[in-house]
T-cell receptor, first 114, second 115 residues
Framework: GESVGLHLPTLSVQEGDNSIINCAYS??????FIWYKQESGKGPQFIIDIRSNMDKRQGQRVTVLLNKTVKHLSLQIAATQPGDSAVYFCAETSRNTGGFKTIFGAGTRLFVKA | NAGVTQTPKFQVLKTGQSMTLQCAQD?????MSWYRQDPGMGLRLIHYSVGAGITDQGEVPNGYNVSRSTTEDFPLRLLSAAPSQTSVYFC??????????????FGAGTRLSVL
């Protein structure tokens, strides 16, 4: 799962298995939560988002779950493939007087074993 | 379709030198931001802008300046480089300023080393 600190959490899964990546967020007033995927040497790419008034959203092979009671977010990847190997970040966005502010979690590295 | 373009891709500086990291987007996005990413860590917000002529500080603004004279460009200036600024810098843009959805599109990054 996610943690703020010097060491990047790592998740290793077998190809074809399902992956679950967790994230704890801090701001109970956050309006949106977004998952990004970052492959080696590239910038992060949007995967899926969820609004704070929802608890589940599904995309293609990915599902995001939001538990506002414990301020927890998870990304589920079905039938994980080698191309899913990357670092995954959750981000929370909240409004402020200047518009909004987005804060990223520290990331989780996903290794997919063939 | 270029998206977000960052230059240079790599840069080595000596302590005390100044330089500007360039960022341009061709998507007519109002919101642009700069992040730094240190090894094994997430993205930390340096500065952001909600539109031309408007900038604001993020989590780690010290040692950096920004300006937003046009919608397309959002340069990041290092005033006097320090080894602690060795990092990978990402520029991002998004079109959402009316709500907080803020799906950001990132450039490929600039890898900066300060000796």
């Amino acid at each position: 799962g996610e943690s703020v600190g010097l060491h990047l959490p790592t998740l290793s899964v077998q190809e074809g298995d399902n992956s679950i990546i967790n994230c704890a967020y801090s701001n109970s007033a956050s309006d949106y939560f977004i998952w990004y995927k970052q492959e080696s040497g590239k910038g992060p790419q949007f995967i899926i988002d969820i609004r704070s008034n929802m608890d589940k959203r599904q995309g293609q092979r990915v599902t995001v779950l939001l538990n506002k009671t414990v301020k927890h977010l998870s990304l589920q990847i079905a039938a994980t493939q080698p191309g899913d190997s990357a670092v995954y970040f959750c981000a929370e966005t909240s409004r402020n007087t200047g518009g909004f502010k987005t804060i990223f979690g520290a990331g989780t590295r996903l290794f997919v074993k063939a | 379709n270029a998206g977000v373009t960052q230059t240079p891709k790599f840069q080595v500086l000596k302590t005390g030198q100044s330089m500007t990291l360039q960022c341009a987007q061709d998507m007519n996005h109002e919101y642009m931001s700069w992040y730094r990413q240190d090894p094994g860590m997430g993205l930390r917000l340096i500065h952001y802008s909600v539109g031309a002529g408007i900038t604001d500080q993020g989590e780690v603004p010290n040692g950096y300046n920004v300006s937003r004279s046009t919608t397309e460009d959002f340069p990041l200036r290092l005033l006097s480089a320090a080894p602690s600024q060795t990092s990978v810098y990402f520029c991002a843009s998004s079109y959402s300023t009316s709500n907080a959805k803020n799906i950001q599109y990132f450039g490929a990054g600039t890898r900066l080393s300060v000796l």
